[in-house]
């Protein structure tokens, strides 16, 4: 598969306790586990993300997406055209603070608000539909030792499937797994990966990204989708 | 119930086949019709609708949309508004080739193409949920003797709630009702009302746009949604 | 409203602990709660419920079931005229412990198998669809005290709406309020309400089973749903 | 894959005008499909069904069931059977008047209840899902020259997925393909099938046939479904 990952990357995660968590940049650890699994690999940061071209998004599977404070300055013309290319096909994977990127939001219709809390609590993700391709091989639940806490009411449409609902030392629950169909794309957003916790290092979470991407990638590909004039009828009139 | 109406009401819509179907445009139709079951309306064309305010809108319960050639022409602005205050509560109601207009399409994350007929053909709208509020009243099936043909694939999410299902004389089906609900607010899609047939004047049809905005209408009206900051955990951490 | 009431209230809901936290019963506080806000009410137990007639059923709105230990006494004709019933119109509420009860499990098809733990620990129960009308005045959250933990993986269809999601002091989450639509008739599982914690008389959850008889209450009762012969074509052939 | 096929065929299936269409039988027909595609089939007919044996059910990967005249000769203790070992895993499909199945009301918990006309009229199947594994590489629409008409009003949940909506000649639309789960397992619901027409040696319905089968198999195959005891709790209480 060709998987494209954009990682926000800002000047944050260049030094501290992210550059500790992630010494190549979430991208490069993402990077690293879809090589490894024989996947083609583009990345993206902020200072890349605008000049993405269209060629690019019609030469990946699924764009994976990592993005928090800086969603504002990904441009419009960008989103209109990852938008169109996920009903084209395209599978699309928003991680964590993603939920406000701009791509999920006009996908989705919402505006993907929650409650929050940086306090590296404990997270319990609970697999709620276990035949589901995501959870595939999963326990039946995944510890996170430390992650941001997201909390509901978390306001999206009704997952087309719900994955995972996780659980926080810090008394809150949130749908952490969700899955949605636009046109003949899939969505999925994926709660967990605050940028001070290495989450993406932990074995069951790789699986998770791994199922996903499998079970994101298109099954048909189209070049556009337009309205048809069926001028002649099926039955007469 | 307070209601606001837009209608293109372009050019073509004050002379001809239209003028003739609907005398005093398709916002005349509807505003009668809503007028006469104790509501209040507004009323906006292609001329005013960029004018349309925050606080028009922030005083509209349900917003009922009938746009087709002009969809391009209404500000990104005010679509940004009006799919902010359907998050908020706002209900709002796509008529016929509002499909393909901006608020519908931002609200559902989809291109929402179809294919399409004109050949004031018979349609025959069949209720697939008995016990949905927005059919009411109605008998098993309706009879509307000419309609544009609107068929599948319809680019649509899933709705969340599938009210009617549309036979078409020349072949097609099409999901010609369709529930969705978007953060606070409710959103309603309804198939037929071809320009030039006057389809809102069938009483059954009457019947399902008033069912629709009782169904629409907020049941909690927001002032924002945002992404609060839960510094106190309920739990000790 | 006509409600009808069942509550196991076998020998062991006579004495101890169970009779302290209900002194009349599930079925009295449950009674007492209905009848305050205007309904009628009947009242079945363990003793009684085979008896109930299909006059009975007709005759009553919202069936609302508590069961336990004894799940297997409830003949299977009584199950069959109650699942009947709930396809012809009438609402049904299951609480608790009858997530295993055979009303229950034939109107979802699944064994709605669960995990379990009596520790009286504190659960909280987030509300995840503040517009739905169960959730109709509700904070954002309740906190029960003590209650039974009720944990994932939860064997049930992805419910048509799901309203509550319980976090568990333990570590576990829950589907905690679940609602299906099931012919002409609506079904809701709510999970809080261990016999031994008076979870009933907690000023929330009264509020939520109120909403909740409203929303199960019946917009047409059939008298029975066949499969006519549709002989005369609507179309030529 | 191995397959279990069920065919009701009855006295009127061993002559005339069913015998015509099937020669073979229609499990006879759907044998040949599955086994020329490299899969082990058992069929059972009304005269085996009741000694199916719970080690044919854990063996079989998708049970295929088309039945009409019949369904009450099927024992509960079978139906039992099948029900759990479709929780537990096992694919069920079943085919046009298998709606009133035991097998099917049962995991539906709806009575199916439609209208029907026998005018060997012609439907039209539409893909409304067209992503959806069963709809891999068929065309927009697929024209079965002769069918019984099935019609909507459909008494049944609200699908998982919907797959096909079936446009009929004489004037009525149906949900003819509908996909659900049901614990560990799935379920499809398929219209076309009358047993005078034969509608399953039509090469696009095939192709349905094999899609349904690969959808519908396992991911997990289970031994049972129990409610434990979760002693200890993952965190302090």
Redesign the interface.
């Known amino acids: 598969m060709k998987i494209t990952v954009y990682n926000e990357f800002n000047i944050h995660h260049k030094s501290g306790k992210i550059l500790e968590a992630y010494p190549n940049g979430i991208h490069g650890s993402l990077k690293k586990l879809f090589e490894k699994n024989g996947h083609e690999i583009r990345t993206y940061t902020l200072e890349t993300i605008n000049d993405i071209t269209l060629d690019v998004l019609k030469d990946t599977d699924v764009l994976v997406w990592w993005g928090h404070m800086n969603h504002n300055d990904v441009k419009d013309e960008v989103v209109d055209m990852i938008?169109?290319q996920v009903?084209l096909?395209m599978g699309f994977i928003a991680l964590h603070s993603s939920h406000?990127s701009k791509p999920l939001k006009?996908?989705?219709?919402?505006?993907c608000?929650?409650?929050?809390?940086e306090?590296d609590?404990?997270e319990?993700l609970?697999?709620?539909?276990?035949?589901h391709?995501i959870a595939?091989g999963l326990p039946?639940?995944i510890d996170i030792p430390h992650d941001e806490?997201y909390?509901?009411?978390?306001?999206i449409?009704?997952p087309?499937?719900?994955v995972f609902?996780?659980?926080?030392?810090?008394?809150?629950?949130f749908?952490s797994g969700c899955c949605?169909?636009?046109?003949?794309g899939?969505v999925f957003y994926f709660q967990p990966g605050h940028e001070t916790n290495p989450v993406y290092e932990i074995p069951e979470i790789k699986k998770i990204l791994l199922n996903a991407i499998e079970w994101a990638k298109p099954?048909?590909r189209l070049e556009y989708?337009?309205?048809?004039?069926?001028?002649n009828?099926?039955?007469k009139?």
Chains 1, 2, 3, 4 share one sequence.
């Open positions: 938008v169109n009903n096909g406000l006009r996908l989705l219709g919402t505006p608000t929650l409650q929050w809390r306090m609590e404990n319990r609970w697999v709620v539909n276990p035949t391709p595939k039946s639940y806490m909390g509901e009411p978390f306001a449409p009704t087309d499937e719900l609902i996780g659980w926080f030392k810090g008394g809150n629950v749908r949605y169909n636009r046109g003949y899939k099954t048909t989708l337009d309205c048809p004039n069926a001028t009828p099926l039955e009139i």
